[in-house]
Every structure is written in C-alpha cells, then in structure tokens.
C-alpha cells in the first residue's frame, strides 16, 4: 500500500526567507502524480501545485517550486519570499495513475514570522 | 467560476439530532468526493460518486451515514443518528472526470460539533 510521510509537524520562516517543506512517499507504481494542497485557518483545502511523475521538470507556480526526487521517492516543496498570508497546513499527497484515491501525509504547520 | 459550495459552514447540533451536510460540485464536474478531517485521523475518505453513482463506500464509518447524490449538482452526507464521535471538518471535492489526470478541488468545509 502507498504511503505518505511528512517529517516536519512544524516549521517557521522568517518573513520574505525561503522555506522547504518535506514529503517521502512509498509506492511501487511508476505512473502517478504528487500534490500539495494549502490549508490555511479558513479551512478550505487549497491546491498549491502538482507533478506528474513521468515529468524530470519540477513543478513552479510562481514563489512556489517541488524537487521531485523519482528514485528517492521525495517530493519538497519550496516557497521562496515567504509571506504572512502562506501562513498554514501544507499536505502532501499522491495518487495512483489507476486510482481516484488521494493518499495523505500527516500535514507541516508553517509559520511565518513577521 | 464558483468553486465547491458546502452548507452549512458550522453545525451544532445534540447527540442523537440527525445532520444533513450540503454540498454543490463545480459545474461541469462528474466526479464527487466526501472526506472527514480530524486530528486523529488526518483526513479520511467517505464516498465517491461518480456520474451521480457511488463507486467506493468503505470509508463511511457505519449505517449511522449516508449520502446520496440525487443530480449532479447537488450532494447530501446525513448522519443520522449523530454522536460525539462524528464532530469533525467534513469536505466535499469535485474533479472533473475522476480519471488519473484529476485534480480534486475542494469546498471551504462543514465544521460539525456534536455535543
């Protein structure tokens, strides 16, 4: 069965710093796709960015940017210029090519500091 | 576009009360998604519908839940009868078709206290 590990149950950043969140994953699929989603004190579950595994080229979306590491089976998640609204819980996630199914790491409180 | 709405965005209701949680997918959406969210249990998958069609059940907890997704915009999840145990954030998510390129996205969440 696939699973997803965050490390970090917290991390804090110094406002406008560059930050990098953890994410390993176990599967022995080769086609999926990994995802981070943002939720932030509002609770909504926002999606920050995705990768498909058959890519080499890491995912961007503006300060936000993935190492995706196929063979050690991690995925980070980089926010540069850190500001005070990317203050939230930051979820990895994976699914199976074959399934709808999300699976879910434990979640990295991020702080900002002003 | 309007995303994912859910209604209500906060429920409190007494043991026993039977609770009927909203939910209205992205329009155009075939695939739907119910999650639980708790801090023991992170977040859980319910159900999933798919062309109004539940596919997978096995994560509703009991015969306590149900849900039922009578036209494709529109889904409900009834907890009836609720119990303490059940207060959580309960999330709908649509996606597009439910294929492997899917994105899911996600509604703002039902906060449930059951006292």
């Known amino acids: 069965a696939q699973t997803v590990t965050q490390s970090q149950p917290e991390m804090s950043v110094q406002e406008a710093e560059t930050v990098t969140l953890s994410c390993t994953y176990d599967?022995?699929?080769?086609?999926?796709?990994l995802f981070w989603y943002k939720q932030p004190p509002s609770r909504q579950m926002i999606l920050v960015i995705r990768?498909?595994?058959?890519k080499q080229q890491n995912a961007t979306e503006n300060r936000f940017s993935v190492n995706f590491q196929k063979a050690a089976k991690s995925f980070s998640l980089k926010i540069s210029d850190s500001q005070l609204g990317d203050a939230a819980m930051y979820f990895c996630?994976?699914?199976?090519?074959?399934?709808?199914?999300?699976?879910w790491g434990a979640g990295t409180k991020l702080i900002i500091k002003p | 576009d309007a995303g994912v709405i859910q209604s209500p965005r906060h429920e409190v209701t007494e043991m026993g009360q039977e609770v009927t949680l909203r939910c209205k997918p992205i329009?155009?959406?075939?695939?739907l998604f119910w999650y639980r969210q708790t801090m023991m249990r992170g977040l859980e998958l319910l159900i999933y519908?798919?062309?109004?069609?539940?596919?997978?059940d096995s994560g509703m907890p009991e015969d306590r839940f149900s849900a039922k997704m009578p036209n494709a915009s529109f889904s409900t999840l009834k907890i009836q009868p609720s119990e303490p145990r059940d207060s959580a954030v309960y999330f709908c998510?649509?996606?597009?078709?439910?294929?492997?390129?899917?994105?899911?996205?996600f509604g703002p969440g039902t906060r449930l206290t059951v006292l």
């Open positions: 998510a649509s996606s597009l078709s439910g294929g492997p390129t899917d994105t899911q996205y």
């Open positions: 329009s155009g959406h075939n695939s």
């Open positions: 519908f798919n062309n109004n069609v539940p596919i997978d």
């Open positions: 599967t022995s699929e080769s086609d999926y796709y």
């Open positions: 990768q498909e595994a058959y």
């Open positions: 996630a994976y699914r199976s090519y074959s399934n709808y199914q999300l699976i």
